[in-house]
């Protein structure tokens, strides 16, 4: 392996973390946040929407913003990164598509984790906690 090799493999390996560490803090974002709509989702329930109608709508809340702005994200880095490489020099390859468009697809796959999880979080009943007890 020479040195161009080398630097790319730090490169992919920057990447791969990045987009863990940024999925993993959306990730925890968007449960917070689904756990505080839970009163309101359970009002909304209360008033007659499904529980289809509620998965659906948080799934368009948060798993479509999440999934464009993933693959967006993605587009972008692989700009950057091309640009770094063609600026280094001669030596250096440009940024491979093939593995940019993996990351794309785990980065993809993982946003819908995110909102699939979020969504099971969000629309689970609230307990009734709010009765009196009897006694």
Known sequence: MDRADNYV?????????IA?????AVG???????????RDIERLR??????????????IEVGL???????LAIGFGWFVAD?????????YPSAPVSDIAALA??????????ALVSGLVATRPLKQATQPRKG
């Not at 209360?46 to 799934?59: E, M």
């Not at 913003?65 to 693959?71: A, D, K, S, Y």
Request: without cysteine.
């Open 105 to 114: 697809g785990v980065a993809a796959l993982g946003s819908i984790a995110v």
């Open 20 to 24: 863990a560490a940024g999925l993993g």
């Open 46 to 59: 209360a008033l007659g929407a499904s529980q289809r109608t509620l998965w659906q709508i948080h799934l």
């Open 9 to 17: 493999a730090g490169l992919q390996t920057v990447m791969v973390i």
């Open 28 to 38: 925890l974002g968007v449960v917070d946040r689904a756990l505080g709509q839970r």
């Open 65 to 71: 913003p999440l999934f464009i702005g993933t693959i």
């Open 83 to 91: 640009s770094y490489l063609a600026w280094a020099g001669p030596g």
